[in-house]
């Protein structure tokens, strides 16, 4: 069966990072798309960013441009998301997901999978 499984998350002060992964594995990983969401209670699922399936061509929402980085390593079917210069606006709850094929990246409905998420919490 498919399995996406975030690690990585925890709380840091304002200013602090995080390198979050995400673990696959029930399906060919460098045959998919991947991408980093968000989301916070009462607030509709964000996109945060997106890597094609050989890792050299990514896209970031504009709240993450220059701080966060994407990336993967097909060898070891994980995805990578490296948090820099955290905000309090960035806590949320991060999810990976992935597709056979992608279109409009940022939304939601365009991913098939998805995993259970992990936490970050930047404090003031």
């Known amino acids: 069966q498919v399995q996406l499984v975030e690690s990585g998350g925890g709380s840091v002060q304002a200013g602090g990072s995080l390198r979050l992964s995400c673990a696959a594995s029930?399906?060919?990983?460098?045959?998919?798309?991947m991408g980093w969401f968000r989301q916070t209670p009462g607030k509709e699922r964000e996109a945060v960013a997106f890597i094609n399936r050989s890792g050299g061509l990514t896209y970031y929402s504009d709240s993450v441009k220059g701080r966060f980085t994407i990336s993967r390593d097909n060898a070891k079917n994980t995805l990578y998301l490296q948090v820099n210069s955290l905000k309090p606006e960035d806590t949320a709850m991060y999810y990976c997901?992935?597709?056979?094929?992608?279109?409009?990246?940022?939304?939601?409905?365009?991913?098939?999978?998805w995993g259970q998420g992990t936490q970050v919490t930047v404090s003031v």
């Open positions: 029930g399906f060919t990983f460098s045959g998919y798309y």
């Open positions: 997901a992935a597709a056979p094929a992608v279109f409009q990246w940022w939304k939601v409905g365009e991913w098939k999978y």
